[in-house]
């Protein structure tokens, strides 16, 4: 018995290294087939409360949202239409003199002096009439032609004029026929004398020759000046006529750039044209047109028309150097058709204005700086208020969802927006090729995205509470091969003001859109395609 | 990619499946009371001899290893085509919110015992002992292969990564008192001396995905303390391990105790009840603790605010968004002592001799760790062949495995004894052989296919061998011996 005990012992011992070396099954990983990985994920893109600068910041970056004391919106665009400085305006010619006299001198010993005396007369456009001119650039330049042997000293002086703090004077040595000399006129002030001609400067020059007892028959002497290069720094006296060029300048209004169809009923726009004159001298402007005008399809214009618009409008101007005075004519819906006008969404409104210096001649002296501008200021003011219906706006965006969506069995998309505004708005994202053939649609069908809030009651129309919606959307199948063609998207929102753009409503500031936008994935793998 | 992505699994549930789920010895010893050591299951259970000294270095050689969560098995197979199948929906079917993966090794430096009047029992033993434990969560995996979308409005438990390893020395001075003839209690204290340490306590990385906008919601708090473990941050070259300021550590110290009873109901039966490892050691030297800033850390992402993006610009708003992950989930490196509490266990037992060579008992363990209990359950028998040897087989319960068959054995061969035992036979004895063709380059740039093969055990969540060899004297036992087991 002990025996077979040991024995059955034995036994289990020697099964027990036998199993040791045993391989139940074996694989080939090389035969290993396809196995799937289906994860599925989900995350939030977009969690944004947008306010009306949210809104209008993709159009209107430049712009300028304003504020109320009741928190009230406006939208304010601001243009300068003209501006232009008083020596763009008034330019200086070069001037030029010449005389020739007779000169009779035989022998002399020692210095003999003699003079002459001659206007200067400026040739200046516009029937200008200069009682002073201070110059802050420009060269005169002077030279005698003559067949006198000796050597002498001209001196020019300008009674009345001054360089530089000092008699207007200039000295030329000489030394032979075309001696010459220059002097900058920086600094100069010119006195002109218009009691017989206007703008003449007289001048004299005094001449002093050397003699040393050489042979010598001079029978001529020949005076040039000329003035070049003429800049003033401030022109006094009766600057006469001239026109202003002020036509073609436009205020562009970027909120309508987007906008493809629909009308936008603002109840109390407002256009302000304000003149800010530097200038010391009289200025009557004729507003020729303004027209509104709609560059995007269809195009169409409305001129601006009405009593507010003042024709002819004489400009106020300053009574003293370095003031500016200021004009200004407003027009809104009671003194003009504006609000017609923009009904028709304009891009932009043209202004056509022409002016002229001194309408009435000669009566009153003027004044100008180099730097004194004239400047017309064109502000269109919008106020929130008001009504929109089939207002639609559209852009479009390069995109890419990548080249191989076919990991992608699904994509499901979920909007949901919290609406504070009074604007109904159904959005839609078309997915289009590189040529813009629309190859799908994020919405299909269409739903609306975006709920009106309810306005309160007038005069305030202030909305109290927002509305939610969600909407949510799957693409599958054989359109997601539509999203790996799409290179750009084409977002297109249809705006309505509450019920149908018939009831008026107020922008607030505090007027919130919170949108949500959130993606589920199903994606899907194959191991054979992780190598 | 997809082989590598398969040895990985093969590996995981293969070589993880090497390490034991608990830190604990064998179940099957405490049966084989000729075996000296059976002692440390039980300090009431006094050694059938009346003297044993350890074998010094070769008394008691422990190594044990498991994973509870899943097989190769569970993950591949063959399909009716002939073409392997890996099947990922099983695997995840397979693992329970929390999986670990654990190691451990005891090794007796030095032990003796000896038995005075046969009412009382004295024992020592120097013991050096490793441990490590690490847990992965299920939902991690969950995470990775069904994707956020799939999970919505569940706390995902992704990052409860617990590290757990210890390595300590022991030094047990264990006393056994027979009481009456149906009552014996004994009692071990252990002085304890910590070498190194890595202990998570907490790891808390959620992720919350709601139904609704689909935000997604992170939460974060992690504790990690360790000791001895410059090497994790320090990165300069001139670091150098000290081996023997490791191994003389005394800094960590510790205390432990073990306490047993065993109650004899009549002459079959006998029940047995012991409470193991109930102390902490102090983990004073070079302590190192990784704690979160924050450790309410939380942050939603809800989606990019538009007006803000478009503000800032993509390159500001990415750095503040940044930024703003960093000041919430940033992590806080200080330098406190910390304790940590030995991981307990209690054993429920019964015997029942069925004859005076044939004893058959049963296991209840319940180990706590983790703020859990985890349970295991053996019944075994052991049939003596004289005093010379001694077999058992068992049948054990434990991680999350009902198929652990264990066999053991004892040889006395004069007063040198022999043991060799396992929980679990056939785990590491059924291999599977994975095998796959690798391109390789020679030495002139040839490109050839070289098969690689991979073996690994089947089905191997648990497995442990103990050995060793004691000098034991005085073996034959008395009639009148109680407890009643011999």
């Known amino acids: 018995m002990k025996l077979k005990t040991m024995l059955a012992a034995g036994f289990l011992a020697l099964a027990t290294f036998f199993m040791a070396s045993c391989v139940k099954e074996e694989f080939d990983m090389d035969t290993v087939t396809a196995t799937n990985w289906d994860p599925n994920v989900a995350a939030p893109l977009i969690n944004s409360s947008l306010s009306l600068w949210d809104v209008m910041n993709d159009y209107d970056s430049t712009d300028l949202l304003v504020v109320d004391s009741n928190q009230f919106v406006y939208l304010v665009y601001e243009d300068t239409v003209y501006s232009e400085s008083a020596e763009n305006l008034i330019p200086v010619a070069d001037q030029s003199m010449n005389y020739t006299d007779n000169l009779v001198l035989g022998t002399v010993s020692g210095d003999y002096t003699f003079d002459y005396d001659y206007n200067f007369d400026f040739a200046l456009g516009g029937g200008m009439e200069l009682d002073s001119m201070i110059l802050k650039a420009g060269t005169l330049s002077m030279a005698m032609n003559s067949d006198l042997s000796y050597p002498a000293t001209i001196e020019m002086t300008i009674p009345g004029s001054t360089l530089n703090g000092a008699p207007f004077a200039v000295t030329l040595n000489y030394s032979g026929s075309g001696s010459s000399t220059t002097a900058p006129l920086s600094g100069g002030r010119l006195v002109f004398d218009n009691s017989v001609v206007d703008n003449r400067l007289a001048v004299h020059f005094k001449v002093t020759v050397h003699g040393n007892g050489s042979a010598n028959n001079a029978t001529f002497a020949n005076f040039n000046m000329n003035l070049n290069g003429l800049a003033f720094k401030f022109l006094y006296g009766y600057l006469g006529q001239f026109n202003l060029s002020m036509n073609n300048d436009t205020i562009g209004i970027r909120v309508y750039n987007n906008n493809l169809t629909g009308t936008v009923n603002w109840e109390d726009p407002r256009l302000y044209i304000n003149v800010f004159n530097g200038w010391g001298l009289p200025i009557r402007t004729t507003i020729d047109y303004m027209e509104a005008i709609r560059t995007n399809n269809p195009p169409a214009s409305v001129i601006i028309s009405g009593a507010g618009i003042p024709n002819p409008w004489d400009i106020n101007y300053p009574t003293a150097v370095g003031s500016v005075s200021t004009s200004s004519f407003f027009l809104d819906k009671n003194n003009s058709n504006i609000d017609a006008a923009l009904n028709i969404t304009p891009q932009r409104i043209l202004a056509l204005v022409s002016g002229a210096t001194n309408p009435n001649g000669n009566v009153v002296k003027n004044f100008v700086e180099d730097v004194s501008r004239m400047a017309v200021e064109a502000k269109l003011e919008l106020p929130f208020y008001g009504t929109a219906n089939g207002f639609v706006m559209q852009d479009t965006f390069d995109i890419s969802f990548g080249e191989d969506l076919s990991h992608v069995d699904w994509i499901m998309f979920k909007l949901y927006t919290n609406n504070m505004f009074p604007v109904d708005g159904t959005i839609q994202v078309y997915f289009c090729d590189s040529l813009n053939n629309r190859l799908d649609s994020l919405l299909n069908p269409v739903d609306q995205a975006l709920l009106s809030a309810v306005p309160g009651p007038a005069p305030d129309y202030k909305v109290t509470s927002p509305v939610a919606k969600t909407v949510s959307q799957t693409i599958g199948g054989s359109r997601i091969g539509n999203l790996e063609n799409t290179k750009k998207i084409v977002v297109t929102a249809w705006l309505d003001t509450y019920n149908g753009g018939t009831q008026l409503v107020k922008i607030y500031s505090y007027y919130k859109l919170d949108v949500r936008l959130s993606a589920q994935a199903q994606l899907k793998f194959n191991s054979s395609e992780l190598e | ?486």
Not at chain 2, 317 to 329: G, K, P, R, S
Not at chain 2, 433 to 450: H, Q
């Open chain 2, 1 to 486: 990619m997809k082989k590598t992505i398969i040895t990985f699994l093969v590996f995981v549930s293969g070589i993880a499946g090497a390490l034991q789920l608990n830190a604990q010895n064998d179940m099957i010893i405490q049966g084989m009371r000729i075996i000296p050591q059976s002692y440390y299951s039980n300090p009431a259970f006094i050694p059938q001899c009346r003297w044993h000294i350890g074998m010094p270095m070769l008394s008691s050689f422990y190594i044990g290893g498991g994973h509870n969560g899943f097989n190769a098995k569970n993950v591949i197979s063959v399909n009716a085509l002939d073409s392997v199948e890996l099947d990922i929906e099983s695997m995840i079917g397979s693992l329970k919110n929390h999986n670990y993966v654990s190691f451990e090794m005891n090794e007796e430096l030095l032990s003796f015992g000896f038995k005075i009047k046969d009412k009382h029992y004295i024992n020592f033993a120097a013991t050096e002992r490793a441990f490590a434990r690490i847990s992965y969560p299920k939902d991690l995996i969950e995470f990775a292969f069904y994707g956020n979308g799939a999970l919505l409005d569940q706390t995902l438990d992704i990052g409860n990564f617990r590290v757990s390893e210890n390595h300590y020395r022991e030094f047990a001075f264990g006393y056994s008192y027979v009481y009456d003839k149906t009552w014996t209690f004994g009692a071990r204290a252990k002085i304890l001396f910590g070498m190194s340490n890595v202990n998570t306590r907490r790891t808390d990385v959620t992720l919350h995905t709601e139904s609704e906008f689909f935000d997604i919601t992170a939460t974060s708090d992690i504790l990690v303390n360790s000791n001895e473990i410059d090497n994790m941050t320090d990165t300069s070259e001139d670091y150098e391990f000290d081996a023997g300021r490791y191994i003389g550590l005394t800094s960590n110290m510790g205390l432990g105790f073990d306490f047993g009873a065993t109650y004899k109901f009549d002459d079959k039966i006998t029940f047995a009840l012991s409470v193991l490892d109930l102390g902490y050691i102090s983990w004073k030297s070079n302590p190192m603790n990784l704690t979160s800033k924050n450790s309410d850390g939380s942050f939603t992402y809800d989606g990019v605010d538009i007006s803000e993006f478009m503000e800032m610009g993509a390159d500001s708003f990415m750095q503040n968004l940044a930024d703003t992950l960093i000041d919430i989930f940033e992590v806080d490196t200080t330098y406190d002592k910390y304790r940590t509490s030995l991981n307990t266990r209690i054993h429920a037992s019964a015997f029942y001799k069925v004859t005076q060579k044939d004893h058959i008992s049963a296991l209840l363990r319940m180990h706590f760790y983790d703020r859990k209990v985890h349970p295991s359950f053996s019944l075994a028998y052991m049939r003596k062949f004289g005093d010379i040897w001694h077999v058992t087989g068992t049948y054990s319960i434990t991680n999350r495995n009902y198929a652990n068959f264990g066999i053991g054995w004892s040889l006395k061969l004069g007063p040198a004894q022999f043991y060799i035992l396992t929980d679990n036979i056939f785990g590491p004895l059924i291999w599977n052989r994975y095998t796959w063709l690798e391109e390789k380059e020679d030495e002139f740039g040839a490109t050839y296919f070289e098969t690689q093969k991979l073996t690994i055990p089947r089905n191997w969540k648990y497995m442990n061998f103990h050995f060793g060899m004691n000098f034991v004297f005085g073996c034959k036992p008395p009639k009148d011996l109680v407890p009643i087991l011999e």
